[in-house]
């Protein structure tokens, strides 16, 4: 086997050839069918590629890189073969299928010692006798700390029970609210003090600051919860009240209206559009960084995409050219700013960027990336570019505003780029303009 495998090609006389071929047969006792003494032969269980090196490398007693190239390069020569009836020699096709990982579930014990698990049911695997409950988990956005969909009752004990994050319909049930629960931890911005609550929840016109009448009731509170939901024993938690409003952890503020799955993000966070652009964007990388085809081999670099109609593959197109939009902009930004040494103003930054993508180039190739007619001349082209760069700047701000791109943050979130206002230190330590400064701004 290990000296089939050293071939420089794969190549047969003949189909009979083929089929007495060691690797042929390997491939079709391994990837193609199981044989059983008591059953009829079945098709066998899909393997990754790695597996089937992994396995190929321990029947032939060879080196990893050997068994992966060999295999890769069978496998293609082979779809070049057909039989005496002109079907294909192995009955099986390679494909991948890929699914999102759902949510995760956890219990509600200490770290290190709760269940995870991604496999949603009610109680733990093997405690359902003890009453040990799982809880779904989402995460912040921004942080990463956890929180768990709950619903509080007070009919008879206090309890918290696991929901959907989204299902918020109480049936008249006065006793009955949802919230969520998060582990208490050193270190987190809110540790239960009025001054750790946003802003905009205090009420500093009074000679006492209190927390505005219509925020009283989603105040985060401290509890201890046992696995079995039940509450004054167990873990120490904090229960925040209705929806979810500011991150415990990290304080990041969030409006009340909309979805709460909005703001936290399940272990799938994307959507079905987002997760296909990332996997295609990968997969052409790949193919366009793989070394070169062997001579006489077909070339193997293709991505062929399928849909059940014409408005699927439309938003699925759509998405992609706007995420490759974004890409392309947000680099050309980062690049702009490697420039220029890490600083850039305002009024430099279209031109700085418009450079960066390399549109200050004139050759045709270049300015046929944007230019309609790639031949303009003089003050036309100087017009057309004039034109473009007040379009980058304006993308360029719009993108760097907090906006509905939940799963793609701007560069100011991610920490990729820092913004600062030009002359507001000096402003804030001249204590002129505050001499005579209301009761409000006298606090502060």
Same mark, same amino acid.
């Given at each position: 086997m ?55 490398? /321990? ?13 890769? &390069? ?55 006798s ?9 995460f ?21 029970a ?7 319909t ?6 009955? /609210? ?78 009340a ?26 997969? !052409?990388?790949?193919?366009?960084? &793989? ?14 995409? @399928? ?11 759509? /998405?992609?050219?706007? @995420?490759? @939009? !974004? ?54 082209? &100087? ?20 906006g ?16 600062r206002?030009r ?10 303009? @505050?001499? /005579? ?8």
């Open positions: 290990k000296d089939t495998l050293q071939r420089q090609s794969f190549d047969w006389p003949d189909f009979e050839a083929f089929a007495n071929d060691p690797m042929a047969i390997w491939v079709e006792l391994n990837l193609g069918i199981e044989l059983s003494d008591r059953e009829a032969p079945r098709r066998a269980k899909p393997l990754m590629l790695s597996e089937a090196t992994q396995r190929l490398m /321990h029947d032939a007693q060879c080196s990893k890189q050997l068994a992966r190239e060999g295999l890769q &390069q069978f496998l293609l020569a082979a779809d070049e073969v057909k039989t005496s009836q002109g079907h294909p020699p192995f009955a099986f096709k390679l494909h991948q299928f890929i699914s999102g990982p759902g949510k995760v579930h956890a219990t509600l014990e200490p770290s290190g010692q709760r269940y995870i698990t991604l496999d949603a049911q009610r109680f733990a695997p093997g405690r359902q003890e009453g040990v409950l799982l809880y779904p988990a989402h912040c956005r921004d942080c990463g700390q956890e929180y768990h969909p709950v619903w509080h009752s007070e009919q008879g004990r206090s309890e918290y696991p929901r959907e994050i989204d299902d918020i109480v049936d008249d049930n006065d006793d009955v /609210h949802f919230g969520f629960l998060c582990p208490r931890r050193e270190g987190q911005a809110y540790q239960g003090q009025l001054e750790d609550l946003p802003e905009t929840w205090i009420d500093l016109g009074r000679a006492e600051p209190k927390v505005k009448r219509n925020y009283r009731k989603a105040v985060p509170y401290e509890s201890r919860v046992d696995p079995q939901g039940t509450e004054g024993r167990g873990e120490n938690y904090w229960f925040i009240p209705g929806k979810f409003r500011f991150c415990l952890n990290c304080g990041q503020l969030h409006e209206h909309g979805k709460d799955i909005h703001r936290l993000s399940s272990l799938s966070g994307e959507g079905r559009s987002s997760a296909t652009t990332i996997l295609t964007l990968s997969a !052409l990388r790949q193919l366009f960084t &793989q070394a070169a085809i062997p001579d006489g081999l077909p070339d193997p670099r293709k991505l062929l995409g @399928f849909s059940d109609n014409r408005q699927d593959a439309a938003l699925q197109a759509g /998405h992609f050219n706007d @995420f490759i @939009f !974004l890409l392309t902009l947000r680099s050309a930004l980062i690049g702009a700013l490697q420039d220029n040494h890490g600083l850039l103003t305002e009024e430099h930054l279209a031109d700085a960027v418009f450079n960066a993508l390399g549109f200050d180039q004139v050759d045709e190739a270049t300015l046929a990336e944007y230019l309609r007619t790639p031949k303009l001349m003089g003050l036309a082209r &100087q017009n057309a570019q004039r034109t473009l760069r007040f379009i980058i700047g304006y993308r360029l701000l719009r993108d760097l505003r907090r509905w791109r939940f799963n793609n943050p701007n560069l100011d979130q991610l920490n990729l780029l820092a913004i206002y002359g507001l230190d000096e402003f804030c330590t001249d204590e002129t303009p @505050f001499e /005579h400064a209301g009761m409000v701004l006298g606090k502060l």
